[in-house]
């Protein structure tokens, strides 16, 4: 083996190769800017394209929709489970068991051939919203409101947790948002993903894992993390006075920032407009002037921009989500990629193991215990 490379948080260090999204160009999904995928495709032809490698034929895109659709569907037994969770665990905990439950009901769940892997898939990104939605109204004492077949997922989320008729451009917010979070290279959680796929484990537990790994606030909990602050400052000029405060005492501002977006994630600007026309149709001018003042003092004072989740965070709020959806949403579209690097990972697998520099003590005999001091 050559010198072994060690860098903290691996920065910089090429894990693998993959074929489904690259970052050094700005953000494309197999190839295709994540601008035109944004501006001109739907979440669930994305999904075909990620999963799949190509755009799909209307053909291939009805079949894979109706697939999506027939399995928005859950188990009596995991509708009767997120009854029965208690009221105050995290819904990011649920999201993680319920990824665990619904491998307990699927036929294929032991299956890791390519085909079996994919079809979990497709139920997996069709349950997940349900996970999420029915839990959300249990919680809340309501009764749940099953999927309308014919609809998106966008669409059956908004439906599902309001129990009335979405209007058409909060879905299309929502479904650009998904759009946007379904892939992104070698992120924390796929590569916890392709980390559990390599020991040649199955899809469900790769997602389950993975879903532990974006709950963190330096992954995907950044989103629910923005709605702290912003739900507190009323004015721009309070927002400036808490800003340049918090930097001063090296606190991290949630929402800005990223490992490998120096300059600017591609998919924060693609949401500005989004974010801006809601916060309008919705009276939260307010919140928006007080996130726009925040940015543009991280921006002077640290020279950070924001990332997607600053403004996927206002966007869901002014969408009247509850904050603790917005990770969770995030899960529903990553689902996506994840499964798609597991399928990936598997076609041409090798145990995903590096080395630790060692650093602790010399080495040193056992001393009984009568004989310690
Ligand atoms: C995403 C994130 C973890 C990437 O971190 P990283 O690659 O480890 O960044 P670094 O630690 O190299 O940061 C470089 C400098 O920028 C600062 N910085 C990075 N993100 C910051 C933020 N959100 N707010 C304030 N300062 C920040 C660091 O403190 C460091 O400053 P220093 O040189 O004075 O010590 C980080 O930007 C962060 O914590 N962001 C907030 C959480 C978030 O929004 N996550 C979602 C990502 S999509």
Redesign the pocket.
């Given at each position: 083996m050559n010198e072994a490379i060690y860098r903290p948080?691996l920065?910089g260090i090429i894990a693998g190769e993959t074929s489904i999204s690259s970052i050094a160009d700005g953000l494309r999904y197999r190839g295709y800017p994540i601008e035109q995928l944004a501006q001109y495709s739907t979440f669930e032809e994305v999904a075909y394209l990620v999963l799949h490698g190509e755009l799909p034929t209307r053909a291939q895109l009805d079949f894979f929709t109706g697939q999506l659709r027939q399995a928005m569907e859950l188990p009596q037994e995991i509708v009767s489970t997120l009854r029965d969770i208690p009221a105050d665990v995290p819904m990011m905990d649920v999201m993680r068991t319920g990824a665990s439950l619904l491998g307990h009901w699927d036929p294929q769940a032991q299956d890791i051939s390519a085909q079996a892997t994919l079809d979990k898939a497709v139920r997996l990104v069709a349950r997940l919203p349900l996970v999420m939605c029915y839990r959300h109204r249990l919680r809340s004492g309501q009764e749940v409101v099953p999927p309308e077949p014919g609809r998106s997922v966008a669409w059956n989320i908004l439906w599902m947790l309001r129990g009335q008729e979405p209007q058409p451009d909060h879905v299309r917010a929502l479904d650009v948002t998904l759009i946007l979070y379904v892939e992104?290279e070698f992120?924390a959680s796929t590569f916890t993903a392709r980390v559990v796929a390599s020991t040649l484990s199955d899809l469900h537990s790769a997602v389950t894992a993975a879903i532990g790994a974006l709950k963190g606030?330096?992954?995907?909990?950044?989103?629910e993390?923005?709605m702290d602050y912003l739900s507190k400052l009323s004015s721009a000029e309070e927002a400036e006075t808490w800003v340049k405060q918090?930097?001063e005492r090296?606190?991290?501002?949630?929402?800005?920032?990223?490992?490998?977006y120096r300059t600017g994630?591609p998919r924060a600007a693609i949401l500005a407009p989004y974010c801006e026309q809601l916060a309008r149709q919705t009276g939260n001018e307010a919140m928006e002037a007080v996130a726009g003042r925040i940015e543009q003092v991280?921006r002077e004072q640290?020279n950070?921009p924001?990332?997607?989740?600053?403004p996927a965070g206002r966007l869901y709020y002014y969408l009247g989500l509850p904050v603790d959806l917005y990770t969770p949403l995030f899960v529903i579209s990553r689902t996506v990629g994840w499964s798609a690097h597991v399928l990936e990972q598997q076609a041409a697998n090798r145990l995903i193991r590096p080395r630790a520099r060692y650093v602790g003590a010399e080495p040193r005999d056992y001393v009984p215990v009568e004989q310690r001091g």
């Open positions: 948080g920065e992104h992120n606030p330096l992954h995907g909990g950044a989103n993390r923005v918090a930097l090296k606190e991290r501002i949630m929402g800005f920032g990223h490992r490998v994630d991280v640290k950070i924001p990332n997607v989740d600053y």
